[in-house]
C-alpha cells in the first residue's frame, strides 16, 4: 500500500478555469434588484385588489422600470464633482433643517407630556433622542462646512462654447 502521493501526476485543481466576472455598473444592478423584488410581489398582489387599484399599481409598476432603465443608463463616471455641488448642499442642509425641526418637536412633546417638569428635568428625561438630533444638525453643518471650503473649479467650457461666447460680446 503506497501512501505517499505521485509528484508528476497533475491535479485538478490545475485544469480548472474560470469564467470571468462580468462587470456591471451599480445602476443597473439597483435597476435588476428592485425588478426581481418588484415584480413578483405585483404579480402576488395584483389578484387579490380591485380594477381600479390594480390598473394604478400596474402603472406605477411600469414607471418604475421606465425610470430604473433610464438611470441606469447614466455613467456614474461622467458626472463631475461640480454637478454634484448642489446635491451635498441639500443633504447637509436636508440633516441640518430635519436635526432642528426633530428637537423642536421634541421639546413640544415633552413639555405637552410633562408641564411638571422642569426644562432641564424634561431635557434628561429624552436625553438620548436630544442627542441623536443635535449629532444629525453636527452632520449635516460638517457637510456644509466641508462644501464651503471645496475649491470652486467649474467645469471647463468647449472651444465650440467658448467661440460663441466670444462672438456674442463682439456684437455688443
Not at 10 to 22: C, D, L, Q, T
Not at 154 to 168: H, M, T
Amino acid at each position: 500500500m503506497d501512501l505517499e502521493p505521485e509528484k508528476n501526476a497533475p491535479s485538478e485543481a490545475e485544469n480548472v478555469e474560470f469564467a470571468e466576472p462580468i462587470t456591471r455598473k451599480p445602476l443597473e444592478i439597483l435597476r435588476d434588484a428592485e425588478a426581481l423584488l418588484r415584480r413578483p410581489t405585483v404579480a402576488a398582489i395584483v389578484p387579490l385588489l380591485p380594477g381600479k387599484i390594480r390598473d394604478r399599481l400596474e402603472n406605477a409598476s411600469d414607471v418604475a422600470d421606465n425610470t430604473l432603465n433610464e438611470l441606469a443608463e447614466i455613467d456614474i463616471d461622467e458626472i463631475s464633482d461640480w454637478e454634484l455641488r448642489p446635491a451635498r448642499i441639500q443633504v447637509g442642509l436636508s440633516f441640518v433643517g430635519f436635526g432642528a425641526l426633530m428637537i423642536i418637536l421634541l421639546l413640544l412633546y415633552s413639555s405637552i407630556l410633562h408641564p411638571e417638569q422642569s426644562a432641564i428635568a424634561q431635557v434628561g428625561e429624552y436625553w438620548y433622542q436630544y442627542v441623536w438630533f443635535v449629532c444629525l444638525g453636527v452632520a449635516g453643518m460638517f457637510v456644509l462646512g466641508r462644501e464651503a471650503m471645496r475649491p470652486v473649479q467649474r467645469r471647463k467650457r468647449s472651444k465650440k462654447r467658448k467661440n460663441v461666447l466670444l462672438d456674442d460680446e463682439d456684437s455688443w
